[in-house]
């Protein structure tokens, strides 16, 4: 019988797995909320350690950059609001409520996902790289056949138009409440089938 494989060792009872995985917890948690309030220029190798109250040591002990921060930032809200969309599905009331309240409930996530990607051009490549899968859960709420003839140009421009206007939404200058912005995000995503399925004598 092969010997027990001993346990991993222990400082402060916490294993070396759970001390790195706190740590980098705590950049990504500093990253937010420097990007989130302040904006991605005010994200550096130093600030984020000076808030995280760790050394530089730790803060490559976990990312290899600045700009691998900053994407492993991006992905965590961006799969955060991909999630909240999976769920939702096929409601699409739902899934805008649902989308919302990632953008809402930690104003810093809206911020990080649909404004800082505009100016930061990093984020603004991995937003890119994302558009088809956002896509693709946008037209799974459209209830129709995804092999319909514009099924990818429809979702497509949904994406568009929903995050113009999440994103003047976000920054106070859409005139509404986001009562009356649900509805008509939801009517939007209702109306939308019919372009998926054009006349065929067009």
């Given at each position: 019988?092969?010997?027990?494989?001993?346990?991993?060792?222990?400082?402060?009872?916490?294993?070396?797995?759970?001390?790195?995985?706190?740590?980098?917890?705590?950049?990504?948690?500093?990253?937010?909320?420097?990007?989130?309030?302040?904006?991605?220029?005010?994200?550096?190798?130093?600030?984020?350690?000076?808030?995280?109250?760790?050394?530089?040591?730790?803060?490559?002990?976990?990312?290899?950059?600045?700009?691998?921060?900053?994407?492993?930032?991006?992905?965590?809200?961006a799969?955060?609001a991909?999630?909240?969309?999976?769920?939702?599905?096929?409601?699409?009331?739902?899934?805008?409520?649902?989308?919302?309240?990632?953008?809402?409930?930690?104003?810093?996530?809206?911020?990080?996902?649909?404004?800082?990607?505009?100016?930061?051009?990093?984020?603004?490549?991995?937003?890119?790289?994302?558009?088809?899968?956002?896509?693709?859960?946008?037209?799974?709420?459209?209830?129709?056949?995804?092999?319909?003839?514009?099924?990818?140009?429809?979702?497509?421009?949904?994406?568009?138009?929903?995050?113009?206007?999440?994103?003047?939404?976000?920054?106070?200058?859409?005139?509404?409440?986001?009562?009356?912005l649900?509805?008509?995000?939801?009517?939007?995503?209702?109306?939308?089938?019919?372009?998926?399925?054009?006349?065929?004598l067009?």
């Amino acid at each position: 019988m092969p010997p027990a494989t001993p346990p991993p060792p222990t400082w402060g009872g916490t294993t070396l797995d759970a001390r790195r995985a706190t740590r980098r917890r705590a950049l990504l948690d500093a990253a937010l909320d420097l990007a989130g309030k302040q904006g991605c220029p005010a994200v550096t190798v130093r600030s984020v350690c000076r808030a995280a109250r760790l050394t530089d040591r730790y803060f490559y002990e976990s990312f290899s950059s600045r700009d691998a921060l900053l994407l492993a930032l991006y992905d965590e809200v961006a799969g955060q609001a991909l999630t909240a969309l999976r769920e939702a599905a096929p409601d699409a009331r739902a899934a805008v409520e649902s989308f919302l309240d990632v953008l809402t409930d930690d104003p810093r996530r809206g911020r990080v996902l649909l404004l800082e990607p505009m100016t930061d051009p990093v984020l603004g490549r991995r937003g890119a790289d994302l558009l088809p899968v956002f896509a693709d859960l946008v037209g799974s709420h459209l209830g129709v056949d995804p092999a319909a003839p514009d099924t990818q140009l429809t979702a497509t421009a949904l994406i568009g138009a929903l995050a113009g206007l999440f994103i003047r939404w976000l920054e106070g200058t859409l005139p509404t409440d986001r009562t009356h912005l649900t509805t008509y995000c939801t009517r939007l995503l209702t109306a939308a089938p019919t372009l998926a399925h054009p006349d065929p004598l067009d």
